[in-house]
């Protein structure tokens, strides 16, 4: 089975896993591609991994079950409302996540996802 991915304009991308949706770089410009992408997605929670700190990344999927990864290197925790999921990611630390077996890697340029094969 294919994902259904939606490439972003700011260079993003947005996943569809079962278990959730999973964004990748997602920037102010990308707010209504986004927004309407999600919208047709509405059932399962979003994950979102970024290393640049844009408020407008919290408007998207407020009203659902949603997290943040973030990397620390490239953004402050004094940026960030401390209610909000967040987890964060130091250089060269791992998190496995549920959605299609990915491993999200903190590198000294970002992040590096890659797929975990059971």
């Known amino acids: 089975m294919t994902n259904q991915e939606l490439k972003l ?3 993003g991308k947005a996943v569809v896993f079962p278990e959730e949706v999973v964004v990748f770089n997602f920037t102010e410009g990308d707010s209504s591609a986004l927004g309407d992408f999600l919208a047709t997605h509405s059932v399962v929670p979003v994950t979102f991994l970024a290393t640049k700190f844009d408020p407008a990344v919290f408007s998207q999927a407020e009203t659902r079950n ?4 973030f990397a ?3 953004i402050s925790r004094a940026d960030v409302n401390p209610e909000f999921p967040v987890q964060w990611l130091a250089e060269g630390n791992l998190i496995p996540m549920d959605a299609g077996g ?7 340029t970002g992040f590096q996802v890659q797929s975990v094969t059971f």
């Open 9 to 11: 304009p700011g260079g």
């Open 66 to 69: 949603r997290s943040f990864i």
């Open 72 to 74: 620390e290197k490239f």
């Open 102 to 108: 990915l491993e999200v890697l903190a590198t000294p």
